[in-house]
């Protein structure tokens, strides 16, 4: 994989987006089409938006730090690393139906409470069982990615990501809620469905990944490499050498062992070596296979530790009690559950403000304890994704008194994680970008009226593409449906088909953010498992061509019907 590769797609984007902006012409809507000539963007303009992107939507790149510096301090407790092993041995056997559950409930909780930026806080947590049950990281990035947008696909309640499809199409988040689920279910059957094939397809589960996942995070590993060989070698039952050879390879092993640290490991390099060459020469063309596939995961075993110990922590001896992180989890889970269902805005409850209320007013001796304590806070139903530092900060400093962790790890282990967070912060920052040229340099009008034309009547294919390309452009859900549909309704005002609209819409962007390089989630979970754009494209366009048949022929049955 070529370095900073996500970066530098994401500085393709912006500079095509640059030249676009010297090429068409800039057009507005609001009763009518105005076309305001062309409004190149500038040198000057390239320095500063970023800046401004920064002001409008720094909150997610710092979210995404701070995410980084709360698994830098769990780095720091070695309970961390026994609970991520416990539930990796837990569903090793079953590792395809913890996916699934895992997808289920990222994209039922996207649906509902629009959690696709929220629920990143929990990726690092489910990429290092994933990678520790034996899975390649095209596999992480499938359940995370893929479930999140799949929630967005299916938006059921989500507030956030739909409200301003309320305003320009009518109707309330509650219509058609049964066949958003169906086109929820229905993407989510595709995407397990592909995971599956993916899986079975590069045969990733093997007995050598098993053996391999043992020793990831290990301090030894290298200097182990031989005892991996041989456990390898014997559940693969290879081609049986001769005499001579297992002889030799045993009296070079003895002389190996009674070295030093570093002529052991290059002796041992050798016997592998000298092994493998001699079960090539008497071996079928299958044999030969094995062996390239065993020499090269003793290389990843050998490796892991260096290289992806930010994605993985280093494997510990003691088996200290991990309960309290996996409870401090489930807590943060139910906290942000709770914290961005609607309950005012689409159920019409007001529980949760009456609760914030009682809680700001309550007093000792006249003094309003927790209003003073907790000072300005949103009630459950409108939070931020930055409301949830508190409860981040509360679970982690709470596990740092259980543990007994020092202060200058628990201030190491945020700085080291957050460092690791800042390529991902860093590209956000640079497709939030992209949406301040697209916005301050509204070119794209001018591609929608090329695509929609003047028919006065709802076109599934144009409608379609029209809503693909403004996804890609607009970054932000609510942006992507201001750019495009108070133009689309100006030219159909048959009503009646607005639902329709509603529905490809907010499908179109799902599927869009799957692949765009403008999909935050994407590039951010990329960037953070090193995964180029090109090896997720190669993974996915199969799954991609499904599910967009599969949502032009919903289109087609309900303009249909």
Not at 174 to 187: E, Q, R, S, W
Not at 343 to 357: G, L, R, S
Request: aromatic share 12%; hydrophobic share 50%.
């Amino acid at each position: 994989m070529k370095k900073h590769n996500t970066i530098k797609i994401v500085l393709g984007t912006i500079l095509i987006c640059v030249l676009l902006t010297w090429i068409l012409p800039a057009a507005t809507f609001s009763s009518e089409f105005t076309d305001q000539g062309r409004i190149q963007m500038g040198l000057f303009d390239l320095f500063n938006y970023p800046l401004t992107a920064i002001s409008y939507f720094g909150y997610i790149s710092f979210y995404m730090i701070v995410v980084g510096g709360f698994y830098g301090i769990l780095y720091k407790i070695p309970a961390y690393r026994n609970m991520l092993d416990n539930m990796a041995n837990c569903f090793k056997k079953h590792g395809i139906v913890f996916i699934s559950i895992v997808m289920i409930l990222f994209a039922v909780l996207t649906s509902i409470c629009g959690l696709n930026l929220g629920l990143i806080l929990f990726f690092p947590l489910i990429a290092s069982i994933i990678l520790l049950m034996g899975y390649d990281k095209i596999v992480v990035a499938l359940t995370l990615v893929g479930s999140t947008m799949v929630g967005i696909i299916g938006s059921t309640f989500a507030y956030n990501n739909l409200s301003l499809l309320s305003s320009y199409l009518g109707g309330n988040l509650t219509d058609n809620v049964p066949l958003k689920f169906a086109i929820l279910i229905t993407c989510l059957f595709l995407l397990i469905l592909n995971t599956i094939l993916y899986i079975k397809r590069k045969n990733i589960i093997t007995k050598q990944a098993v053996i391999i996942n043992e020793v990831v995070g290990n301090k030894d590993a290298e200097s182990n490499s031989d005892n991996i060989v041989e456990k390898v070698e014997k559940i693969e039952k290879p081609i049986k050498t001769t005499k001579s050879t297992s002889k030799s390879t045993s009296k070079k092993t003895t002389t190996t062992k009674s070295t030093d640290t570093k002529k052991s490991t290059a002796k041992s390099s050798n016997v592998s070596k000298k092994k493998t060459k001699s079960t090539n020469k008497k071996s079928t063309s299958k044999s030969n296979n094995k062996a390239a596939i065993l020499d090269d995961e003793v290389i990843i075993a050998k490796n892991v530790d260096q290289k992806e110990e930010y994605l993985v922590p280093k494997a510990v001896s003691s088996k200290t009690k991990s309960w309290p992180i996996l409870l401090g989890f489930v807590i943060l889970l139910i906290v942000m559950t709770l914290a961005f269902i609607p309950w005012t805005d689409v159920f019409n409850i007001t529980a949760m403000e009456d609760a914030a209320e009682i809680v700001n007013g309550f007093q000792i001796f006249k003094f309003n304890l927790f209003a003073k304590l907790l000072g300005y806070y949103n009630p459950f139903g409108g939070w931020l994704i930055t409301d949830m530092i508190f409860p981040m900060a509360f679970v982690v400093f709470l596990l740092v008194f259980i543990y007994g962790i020092k202060l200058n790890d628990v201030i190491d282990g945020f700085i080291s994680g957050a460092k690791k967070a800042l390529a991902p912060a860093s590209i956000t920052l640079l497709i939030y970008t992209i949406l301040i040229i697209n916005t301050y340099h509204p070119f794209q009008l001018t591609i929608y009226k090329a695509i929609l034309g003047t028919g006065s009547s709802l076109n599934i294919v144009t409608s379609s593409i029209t809503a693909f390309l403004s996804s890609l452009l607009n970054v932000e859900s609510a942006y992507t449906f201001q750019a495009s549909i108070p133009y689309l309704t100006s030219l159909v005002t048959n009503t009646d088909v607005y639902p329709i609209i509603w529905i490809i819409y907010q499908a179109m962007y799902g599927f869009t953010m799957i692949f765009a390089p403008t999909s935050v989630v994407l590039m951010s979970v990329l960037s953070y498992l090193g995964v180029s754009y090109k090896e997720w494209m190669k993974a996915i366009w199969k799954f991609l061509i499904e599910l967009l048949v599969v949502l032009l022929i919903i289109f087609t049955i309900l303009i249909l019907l």
